[in-house]
């Protein structure tokens, strides 16, 4: 248990002769599953009849990641990385987090290249391999200062999607970061646009849907939720699978759209009736939506957890679970980070709670002061990866919760990571992009 321990605290050092990432578990036998570093938790797994074994599709490689969220369904199910990472390259974006802007876009990678936004809407595109920049370019409108944080980048047939703080959407050539094409909206963009068959679709601060032509920028369709004056900091992105697109706004409301037209096809609200101090009475959904195999799974801030069927909308599960990062969907599985700092592994077909592990809240435990932001998971090669706003990157088993090993950053990370050519990326807040491969 100590060296457990031990491997959780350690703030610059990893323990002899094992990496980060830990050793590869085999698949436990069934039982109640609960951390060793645990203490007082909001939620505990569930036992009802018979213990569910968790069992995980294989590791899978993949060349791409070319949105926020991997494809535009955002389930990315079991990534392939080495047994082994280690830090093969450090790079630059340019302006990171400061009092007036914020990084909230998430690395991409499409054919051999990584593309950033940072907090001055400078987009950047870097060699896969080496972290050797190949271009940037400034697509900050002309008479506008670099002010507004927001944002993200997606890919498809060698274009870039950039939606920005600016109220503005820029079409970018991936090859040259030449600018193809700008369209203006309703809003500014706080969250990264989705693409699918040559639509892009991006969420506006207003809480308007406004789907695109790729080929031009222009305006197919736009749908209206219910707008808001307060929200959690970040944007959120919608998901599109076939010809369904969800969409999350910071309403707390939740809608399936038909991709051609914009039409309702159902809606949903996400939040739990119990909530009542300020903060958890933002009832945004901050965190991704998944779309896997005609199911929905989406978290909200205000503590309301949901699978829904795809077609009609009807609710399938619903747990009484807040959050601000997207579930990650494995197989039958599904794992998330809590609002209270848990990571939690779950039934996806019925919402059980299989295990739940207690991450660091505080930077100062004993006096419980700077609250800690927790990204991901991301599930690479039977790892759970988690990286934090207090420099700590955490490597836990799927099957247990169990942390297999930690190791210190040079900064901050509050995005999840990203993951492609069997290498893990990371975006701190002061702007360093770090693969570890």
Known sequence: MMRRLACLVAATVILSGCS???EKEAPPLPGKRVSVLSREKAIEPEIKGEPVEIRLPPPEPNDDWPQSGGYANHAMHHMEVGDRLDRVWRSGIGTGSSKRAKLLSQPIIADGRVFTLDADTEVRAFDVRTGKKLWAVDITPKGEGDTFSGGGIAYEDGQLFISTGFAQVVSLDA???QVRWRQTLSGPMR?????RGGRVVVITVDNQTHCLAAEDGGVLWTHQGI???ASVLGGNSAAIDGNTVVVP????????????NGSVLWQEQLAAVRRTESVGSLIAIRGRPVIDRNRVYAIGHADMMVGLDLRSGRRLWEREIGG???????GDFL????NNNEVVAMDAKTGQLLWVTQVQMWKDIEDRE????WAGPVLASDRLIVASSHGKLLSLSPYTGQVLGSLSISDGVTISPSVALQTLFFLTDDADLVAYH
């Open 175 to 177: 090859a040259s970061g």
């Open 227 to 229: 707008a808001e004056v």
């Open 324 to 330: 601000i990062q997207s579930p990650w969907v494995a």
């Open 20 to 22: 980060w990432v830990g």
């Open 370 to 373: 700077g609250r800690i932001i």
């Open 335 to 338: 794992f998330v980070i809590t």
């Open 191 to 195: 969250g990264a646009p989705t693409v």
């Open 249 to 260: 706004y910071s309403s707390g409301e939740l809608f399936a759209l038909r991709l051609e």
